[in-house]
């Protein structure tokens, strides 16, 4: 295995990772819709509008995009060219309404990764992105019009929501983040890469007047999509910044080491108060058991002083015999006394046990293994299209997951970093058993970079569970090279708090 490692660097080297950006993620979603009209074996003319996928092989545009093609289905073909690769795809129209100016391409071909719906609605003033293929930018770079079956990246242009406005019973948007020709169909975007509305048309700027895009708004989409039965992803997570994300989740994490700092000395003023408590206790005790004795001394030593002196009475009286016991006696409580006296006890504030005060400090929560329920923290996480559902995880202490999965030991908890088969998404998954949290954060690379990671990828006998340090180092470097090929910051950010199931 000596050449795996210096291919994994190879690998690595060569893949620059891209910068996360929720647009781009969108644009690998979004297509060129070319019509092209053919008779007697001729083409007799071309257009083309924009698209984006609703379903893997599914694509939302205009109706007036592709009227004729349902008008004259055996002289006008549809092709969808997506945004990278480097096939176009016979496209089929399966759905068409001319009312709400909507329609639907079904391919055959490459899947797509299907872009998100927003359903709150937008503010004025919100800030808004246009996705879609402009046909001035065409004219300006193209040389042929053959160019445009050519997978390329879509064009953006930002601005921000003028107005909400109905035309005829239909919703739309009014808003400046403009289009031209060749843009209609194309999606609508709020700023973490949601569909908003589809771009329809633009106004006409006469005498200086500034234009503005009409957009059919997310109400109209979602409308046109329940009648044609079309399944989609919606989410109302609000859009913020991983940069915003990350510094609420960092004031967190300083105000959570505060709050512990705090508790901490709390917990130390409360240990020496309880410890001086019991020192007082114990000097109390050790005082009344000393002035026992000494009372006590002192009370056998005048007995014995007494009976001493009786003795000597006794021997005047010529009782020889009773004088000789009696002031033995004496003489023993007398010594009795002293010796109690020698024996009162001291006292040495260190001989006192370490009070139950020391356990009164919080002990940390325990490794939290076996079948766990995690539930999505929003406040700690940054979503733009997840759905948020809880997870499980059936968690072995040495970083097995589900008896089939090995995770690798950081500094932050044990972690796996999974590339999908079916789609554009790299998952690098943190588990820390003591802080029982799951992190997820999500990245959505472009194809290619998608190709590179799937090859720098383990393979099912290498992430199967194992104690064997060869192979858990192995799969580290994997991980490593696995995430420098990724940005340094992901699309998502997700928190999970677990519990036992």
Not at 142 to 148: E, N
Not at 436 to 455: E, I, K, Q, W
Request: charged fraction near 25%.
């Amino acid at each position: 295995m000596r050449w795996l490692m210096p291919l994994i660097a190879a690998l690595a080297a060569v893949s620059t990772p891209a910068r996360a950006d929720d647009i781009s993620a969108a644009a690998r979603g979004v297509v060129r819709v070319v019509i092209i009209a053919e008779a007697d074996g001729e083409e007799i003319g071309r257009g083309h509008g924009s698209g984006f996928a609703i379903a893997p092989n599914r694509i939302v545009t205009n109706a007036h995009v592709v009227e004729l093609a349902r008008k004259f289905p055996s002289l006008v073909t549809i092709d969808v060219v997506p945004e990278s690769g480097s096939d176009h795809y016979q496209g089929e129209l399966v759905a068409f309404d001319p009312d709400a100016d909507l329609a639907i391409i079904q391919f055959d071909g490459a899947s797509l990764p299907p872009l998100t719906l927003y359903s709150p609605p937008l503010p004025d003033g919100a800030d808004l992105v246009s996705l879609g293929y402009p046909g001035n930018v065409d004219k300006a770079t193209y040389d042929t019009l053959g160019q445009m079956l050519n997978p390329t990246a879509p064009v953006r242009s930002t601005g921000i929501l003028s107005a909400h406005r109905a035309l005829r019973g239909v919703g739309t948007i009014e808003h400046t983040a403009q289009i031209a020709r060749g843009n209609s169909g194309g999606p609508l975007l709020d700023t973490c890469g949601r569909v908003v509305g589809v771009n329809r048309a633009i106004t006409t700027a006469e005498d200086g007047d500034a234009s503005f895009v009409m957009s059919l708004d997310e109400d109209a989409l979602v409308a046109f999509l329940k009648a044609q039965k079309q399944a989609f992803r919606s989410v109302d997570w609000p859009c913020t910044s991983m940069n915003a994300a990350m510094a609420r989740e960092n004031e967190r994490a300083s105000q959570q080491a505060e709050a512990q700092e705090a508790d901490a000395r709390d917990r130390q003023y409360q240990a020496i108060r309880a410890r001086d408590e019991a020192i007082d206790r114990a000097r109390q005790d050790n005082q009344d058991v000393r002035d026992n004795m000494m009372g006590g001394a002192a009370l056998m030593l005048v007995l014995g002083a007494l009976i001493v002196g009786a003795s000597g009475m006794m021997l005047t009286r010529g009782n020889r015999r009773a004088a000789i016991w009696t002031a033995s006696g004496g003489g023993v409580l007398m010594v009795g006394a002293a010796i109690l006296f020698v024996l009162r006890p001291g006292f040495d504030p260190a001989s006192v046990e370490q009070p139950e005060a020391n356990a009164q400090q919080d002990k940390a929560p325990g490794i939290l293994a076996g079948k766990l329920l995690c539930r999505l923290d929003p406040d700690r996480s940054r979503i733009t299209v997840s759905q948020g559902a809880d997870r499980t995880l059936d968690w072995d202490k040495d970083g097995c997951l589900a008896k089939n999965t090995q995770y690798v030991e950081t500094a932050n908890g044990w972690r796996s970093i999974r590339v999908a088969d079916d789609d554009q998404t790299v998952s690098i998954e943190t588990y820390d058993p003591l802080a029982r949290t799951l992190v997820v954060d999500r990245y959505f690379p472009g194809r290619d970079s998608m190709a590179r990671l799937r090859d720098l990828r383990p393979d099912e006998k290498l992430k199967a569970c194992t104690n064997k340090t060869a192979q858990l180092a192995e799969l580290a470097s994997r991980q490593s090279a696995m995430r420098a090929a990724l940005p340094a910051q992901p699309d998502e950010h997700l928190v999970y708090g677990c519990s036992p199931q």
